[in-house]
Every structure is written in C-alpha cells, then in structure tokens.
Nanobody, 122 residues
Framework: QLQASGGGLVQAGGSLRLSCAASGRTLSNNGMGWFRQAPGKEREFVSA????????MYADSVKGRFTISRDHAKNTVYLQMNNLEVEDTAVYYC?????????????????WGQGTLVTVSS
C-alpha cells in the first residue's frame, strides 16, 4: 500500500515536499511516478523516476521547479515542489510500476496511493 503525504496550503512561490511511502512492500525495484488531478480535469503526469534513481522524467509544466528523488533506506519517494503556481493546485498521487522503469503513462503503474491535496493560493 502506498501512502502519499505532505500536501497542504501554500502561497504562490512557496514550496512543499511530498512523500510517498510503502507499507508491506519494498519499492526498491519499482519505477515510481507522481500524477496530479485538478478539479474537473483528467489525471495528468507530473514526474517519474526509475528504480535506481538515475533516470527521471518531468512534465513540461513542472520542469525546473519540481524534483523527484527516492531514498531506498526509507522506502520513500519524494517530490520537492518549488516556486509553486496556482495552476499546481491538485490532488497529487504516487504510483508504483511493476518494472524498474518510470513512465508518463498512467496505465504503466500497478499500485496507487490515496492522494494528497496541494492548494496554492495567489
């Protein structure tokens, strides 16, 4: 089971760090992804990382502002979000694939967390 946390209310220009931890299973061999869903919109890709942490991917809208990372010792994946914009407001979900790679495709992922709400105010 994946547990996303770290969401909250922040002003535009601020920062948040999201965490995704797994209980009952290791994430060490899994590619991981972050997605988000704003009200009335489709769930969209944000970022992904491979099992080693050596390969990362970002949506154009967050490139240069968000950083994905992972800590195998803590069995946790992070999403550092800087210079947040009002448009970043959404529920953020983490997901784990069955392979060691990450992907921007939702159907690539097998396990999903419950989501954490990020609200950015102007």
């Amino acid at each position: 089971q994946l547990q996303a946390s770290g969401g909250g209310l922040v002003q535009a220009g601020g920062s948040l760090r999201l965490s995704c931890a797994a209980s009952g299973r290791t994430l060490s061999n899994n590619g991981m992804g972050w997605f988000r869903q704003a009200p009335g919109k489709e769930r969209e890709f944000v970022s992904a990382i491979n099992w080693k942490g050596a390969t990362t991917m970002y949506a154009d809208s967050v490139k240069g502002r968000f950083t994905i990372s992972r800590d195998h010792a803590k069995n946790t994946v992070y999403l550092q979000m800087n210079n947040l914009e009002v448009e970043d407001t959404a529920v953020y979900y983490c997901a784990a694939s069955l392979t060691g790679s990450g992907s921007s495709r939702k159907d690539f992922y097998r396990y999903w967390g419950q989501g954490t709400l990020v609200t950015v105010s102007s």
